[in-house]
């Protein structure tokens, strides 16, 4: 389905919907170029990055380009440590430190994408975090056979979990999660135990979709019902929100 007739059925979604392309367009396009342009350095890739960031976003590259500047004097290599492009000093009259929050969390994705080998089919059994890059996951896709595929917000791994159970405290007893589900049936499993919640959604999902983090951004409304209730959404979504009012 595209974007438009997504927008189209969802009209209160189009904000999150637009970012969401733009994003997806802006990851793609990073994962397109790295693969295609012979890079000399690592350093490059900050150069392809930053490049994307301005056009597909459209701002100024004079306004983003102090960014490599940043990275390189952080001294933290961006390849091996993604989450590190959080943490740049960037201060702004125009934007709230919430902006500035989201615009790291969407410039880092690339880089979290490139650590990703693909076909590597690591689990998340053991720690319930991705193992890849360590970050905890709050989307599950339930595949026909009813398997239960962690999906990380970040690099984008995807791997196996328990079928029942939560990833965060390990509570495995059913009488301990809660289903709530919305008008699509794409579900959030609530956790008594820990307070914190996943959403998961099955494959006829994904054939319409296409995405995963699509199908996070649709079901919006339903974080919302359940984080009302109190419970935590424990990651991002992949347009870096996590609290959603
Ligand atoms: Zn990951
Ligand atoms: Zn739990």
């Known amino acids: 389905m595209k974007i438009e007739e ?13 970012l969401y392309e733009k994003t997806r367009n802006f990851v793609n396009q ?14 490059d890739l900050i150069d392809i990055v930053l490049k994307n960031f301005s056009s597909i976003f459209n701002i100024p590259f004079e306004s983003v380009s102090f960014l490599k500047d940043e990275v390189i004097k952080s001294g933290k290599d961006p390849i091996k440590e993604p989450g590190s492009l959080w943490f740049l000093p960037i201060h702004s009259e125009e934007l709230s430190k919430e902006e500035i929050e989201r615009m790291l969390f969407i410039f880092s994705k690339p880089f979290f994408v490139f650590l990703r080998k693909e076909a590597e089919q690591q689990s998340f059994m ?25 999906i990380c917000p970040l690099c984008e791994h995807g791997g196996s979990f328990f079928r029942i159970g939560c990833p965060y405290c390990f509570n495995k007893d059913s009488t ?70």
């Open 30 to 43: 990073c994962k397109e170029d790295k693969e295609r342009v012979k890079l000399d350095s690592d350093i």
């Open 126 to 150: 053991d720690t319930g975090k991705c193992p890849v890059c360590g970050t905890d996951s709050s989307l599950a896709m339930i595949t026909e056979n009813n398997e239960r595929i962690m």
């Open 176 to 245: 301990k999660i809660e289903i709530l589900l919305d008008d699509e049936e794409i579900r959030a499993e609530v956790c008594l135990e820990c307070n914190t919640y996943i959403k998961s959604f099955r494959e006829n999902h994904y054939i319409k979709y296409r995405d995963p983090f699509l199908i996070d951004l649709v079901s919006l409304p339903l974080d919302i019902v359940v984080q009302k209730r109190g419970y935590i959404r424990r990651s991002p979504n992949f347009i870096g929100l996590r609290i959603i009012e």
């Open 6 to 18: 997504i927008i189209k059925e969802k009209p209160h979604l189009q904000s999150p919907l637009e």
